[in-house]
């Protein structure tokens, strides 16, 4: 939805378990974050970078953290007054893990609201949990796959929204998986609250339609059963009928 208002405006959504299973470019080769970093670097390849490394030389200026927000509901990360903004420095405070909402959630237009879009837009971060971190450490082929899995979140956005001026904070989980993402505009498309009011309208969607196709299933079954007991009661009828229709005839004695 876009919003009829003058001056900047900016969005943050939420993004749930993002493509678990992305993968490097079509050709089978390094992906262009990989290619990118590398040429960055003055390196021919990006054996031995971590994925810190890899993050900064692809995205010069994007900021790095180390912290464990699996604990973080989704719900209050898609508000629009989380502090997704205190993420954006070289050092996130720890607040930002317990924070709790003091009161109601404000508006997308809210003043304090854009204050904060608008100091995200144009800039990336990401936040990697430490158990991963220490995975990727000793796996150069795990680092490579989940800066793939990034880069193709940041691509695909792009698609969608082509306005070049967009901010990305980007929250991976233990496996390297996105687990939460927010991304800032100054065209807003939608809003946090909105959007997860959106997917619980398709989640129970979903599971409404599984349940009308479960029942379907199961009146198909039940006059299956039925037709072939009649079937079966058919053909004793028709027995015992024949039967009697030979005795009658003195053929049966």
Same mark, same amino acid.
């Given at each position: 939805?876009d919003?009829?208002?003058?001056g900047?405006?900016?969005?943050? /959504?939420?993004?749930e378990?993002?493509r678990?299973n992305?993968s490097p470019d $079509?050709?089978? =080769?390094v992906s262009f !974050?990989? @290619?990118a970093?590398?040429?960055?670097?003055?390196?021919?390849?990006v054996?031995g970078?971590?994925?810190?490394?890899?993050?900064?030389?692809?995205?010069?200026?994007?900021?790095?953290n180390?912290?464990?927000?699996?604990?973080i509901?989704g719900?209050?990360w898609?508000?629009?007054?989380?502090?997704?903004?205190? /993420?954006?420095?070289?050092?996130?405070?720890?607040?930002v893990?317990?924070? $709790?909402?003091? =009161?109601?959630?404000? !508006?997308? @237009?809210?003043?304090k609201?854009?204050?904060?879009?608008?100091?995200t837009?144009?800039?990336?971060?990401i936040?990697?949990p430490?158990e991963?971190?220490?995975k990727?450490?000793?796996?150069?082929e795990?680092?490579?796959r989940v800066?793939?899995?990034?880069?193709?979140?940041?691509?695909?956005?792009?698609?969608?929204?082509?306005?070049?001026?967009?901010?990305?904070?980007?929250a991976?989980?233990?496996?390297?998986d996105?687990?939460? !993402?927010?991304?800032?505009?100054?065209k807003?498309?939608?809003?946090?609250?909105e959007?997860?009011?959106?997917?619980?309208?398709r989640?129970?969607?979903?599971a409404e339609?599984?349940?009308?196709?479960?029942q379907?299933?199961?009146?198909?079954?039940?006059?299956?059963?039925?037709?072939d007991?009649?079937h079966?009661?058919?053909?004793?009828?028709?027995?015992?009928?024949?039967?009697?229709?030979?005795?009658?005839?003195?053929?049966?004695?």
């Amino acid at each position: 939805m876009d919003y009829a208002v003058t001056g900047k405006l900016g969005g943050c /959504y939420l993004a749930e378990q993002y493509r678990k299973n992305a993968s490097p470019d $079509k050709n089978g =080769g390094v992906s262009f !974050a990989e @290619l990118a970093a590398a040429k960055a670097v003055g390196r021919s390849d990006v054996s031995g970078m971590s994925f810190k490394d890899m993050w900064q030389a692809r995205f010069p200026g994007a900021y790095y953290n180390v912290m464990d927000t699996s604990k973080i509901d989704g719900s209050l990360w898609g508000r629009n007054d989380y502090p997704w903004d205190k /993420y954006f420095s070289s050092h996130a405070d720890d607040s930002v893990l317990d924070w $709790k909402p003091s =009161g109601a959630e404000p !508006a997308m @237009l809210d003043p304090k609201v854009q204050a904060k879009i608008n100091s995200t837009i144009g800039k990336k971060a990401i936040v990697v949990p430490p158990e991963l971190e220490e995975k990727m450490k000793n796996d150069p082929e795990l680092a490579k796959r989940v800066m793939a899995k990034v880069e193709g979140f940041i691509a695909e956005q792009d698609i969608m929204n082509p306005n070049p001026r967009k901010g990305y904070l980007i929250a991976l989980d233990g496996n390297g998986d996105i687990a939460h !993402a927010c991304v800032t505009s100054e065209k807003m498309s939608v809003s946090s609250a909105e959007f997860i009011e959106a997917r619980k309208a398709r989640e129970a969607k979903h599971a409404e339609y599984e349940k009308m196709a479960e029942q379907a299933a199961l009146k198909r079954r039940l006059m299956e059963q039925e037709a072939d007991e009649r079937h079966y009661k058919d053909s004793i009828t028709q027995k015992a009928v024949s039967i009697a229709a030979y005795e009658a005839a003195g053929i049966l004695k």
